[in-house]
Nanobody, 123 residues
Framework: QVQLVESGGGLVQAGDSLRLSCAAS????????MGWFRQAPGKEREFVAA????????YYADSVKGRFTISRDNAKKTADLHMNSLKPEDTAVYYC????????????????WGQGTQVTVSS
């Protein structure tokens, strides 16, 4: 069992940076691949980034590649999403999630979810 809590969302201007953090509880955090998803109003939840259990591999959606960086600290049980050069189209509720799959891009493949944190980017 893993419980996830996101933090760090807020209102920023286009071009700004923001760091989202996901704090996990549970003894097996290091065995999960961690992912970040986002959901804008009226749209489906979409994959943003994922990082494997060791942190050795990261995956990104094309829309954020080169601007976002995912990282994790297994000792602290955290998974962060560093977002640079934010755009208004990045506005969404951001969720962190954990999966027992080595790599997963679909929300249905993730076992545990946080409650989400709102990111709003103004133009």
């Amino acid at each position: 069992q893993v419980q996830l809590v996101e933090s760090g969302g807020g209102l920023v201007q286009a071009g700004d940076s923001l760091r989202l953090s996901c704090a996990a509880s549970g003894r097996t955090f290091s065995s999960y691949t961690m992912g970040w998803f986002r959901q804008a109003p009226g749209k489906e939840r979409e994959f943003v980034a994922a990082i494997t259990w060791s942190g050795g591999n990261q995956y990104y959606a094309d829309s954020v590649k080169g601007r976002f960086t995912i990282s994790r600290d297994n000792a602290k049980k955290t998974a962060d999403l560093h977002m640079n050069s934010l755009k208004p189209e990045d506005t969404a509720v951001y969720y962190c999630a954990a999966t027992s799959f080595a790599v997963a891009w679909k929300p249905a493949d993730y076992d545990y979810w946080g409650q989400g944190t709102q990111v709003t980017v103004s133009s």
